[in-house]
């Protein structure tokens, strides 16, 4: 199962555009890159998920090298509720995720 | 957006007392999971299930846990005979299928405290 290494925190302020890297040096071939947002007491949110290349929804996009052996959430617009954990998943292995600590977050006024 | 239901959102119990918790998946979802997270560290995975059985557990899951689906709608953990070190946010979680690629929701979670 491919193991993956994100900084512990991060700090920005609001309006900024923020950005998570995760390496995931040994992702499979058949791995799909899945981040999660995690508010205190609350579940993990679904945030976006990719393959290759880069993919955009409404809250979030995800940059995917070509080698895949890293992957870089990207947050616009920071603001104050955006302070959560955020965690970067790779593979599932029939459902078994195995969260690493995560990023904690900390957006400032 | 559907979402995966959890009940009771906190319970208190006594060492020893059995506990079960209740969730209902998003409805066309085949494969639920349960994973727990102790106060201030990792969310780890419990167990995993399928077509009315258990695909894949990890070493926590052990005789004091069990899961069931009694009707078409729940899907339960029961834990037997709690213990202090029990105590943590238990989540439920369901997806379409079980490959990388599909997304598995949560639910907020049941928060549990062992006394």
């Known amino acids: 199962l491919a193991k993956t290494t994100q900084p512990i925190s991060m700090d920005s302020y609001e309006g900024q555009e923020v950005n998570i890297t995760c390496s995931h040096n040994n992702i499979a071939t058949n791995d799909y890159i899945t981040w999660y947002q995690q508010f205190p007491s609350q579940g993990p949110r679904f945030i976006i998920q990719?393959?290759?290349t880069k993919v955009t929804n409404e809250v979030a996009s995800l940059f995917i090298p070509a080698d895949r052996k890293s992957s870089t959430l990207s947050l616009p617009r920071v603001s104050l509720s955006d302070t959560a954990v955020y965690y970067c998943l790779v593979g599932d292995q029939g459902g078994k995720l195995i969260f690493g600590q995560g990023t904690e977050l900390s957006v400032k006024p | 957006e559907p979402e995966v239901t959890q009940t009771p959102s906190h319970q208190v119990t006594q060492m020893g007392q059995e506990v079960i918790l209740r969730c209902v998946p998003i409805s066309n979802h085949l494969y639920f999971y349960w994973y727990r997270q102790i106060l201030g560290q990792k969310v780890e995975f419990l167990v995993s299930f399928y077509n009315n059985e258990i695909s894949e557990k990890s070493e926590i899951f052990d005789d004091q846990f069990s899961v069931e689906r009694p009707d078409g709608s729940n899907f339960t953990l029961k834990i037997r005979s709690t213990k202090l070190e029990d105590s943590a946010m238990y989540f439920c979680?369901?997806?379409?299928?079980?490959?990388?690629?599909?997304?598995?929701?949560f639910g907020e979670g049941s928060w549990l405290t062992v006394v």
């Open positions: 990719g393959y290759k």
């Open positions: 979680a369901s997806s379409e299928d079980r490959y990388s690629g599909n997304t598995i929701y």
